[in-house]
């Protein structure tokens, strides 16, 4: 082989390594990232108790820690001031299983009474990820419902 030939495959080889690795890097230091997020809310009605349902998928490059989750109603102090990781430091968790690869599926359920006296219109649902690595995704809007 040439020369010529020797090189250009040696500086073609540095360079898909070199993207490679920092293809890797990069994707380690991803925030964790919440995608396909959904709520369904069902009103009780009579002895019936209804419910909320909500479920995310949450991929963390560094293993998830913990997923927060918090629905609060779109005329609420949380609308003017803004919701922030502090007021969502004491909210209930959502109970995660793998789903393959870096990512989890999330869900969070609660029972929902007539004794709870939840305001009529829209709701949010907000969601606060914590990684293994300490990162955080804070999303004050990750999904809606309406309660009739």
Known sequence: MSRRVVLSVIAGGLVLGGAGAFTFVHA???PPALTHSMAHYIAPHGARDG???FTTDVTASSGLKSVKVLAWPANSTFAKKGLTAKDMAAV???VCKSSGGDTEKCTYM???TDADHSPR???HVAVLVTAENGDTTLNTKA???TVA
Do not use: R
């Open 143 to 145: 999904a809606d419902f």
């Open 28 to 30: 380690q230091n991803q």
């Open 92 to 94: 209930e968790s959502a």
């Open 51 to 53: 419910s909320l349902t």
């Open 121 to 123: 219109g829209q709701w």
């Open 110 to 112: 609660v029972a929902v």
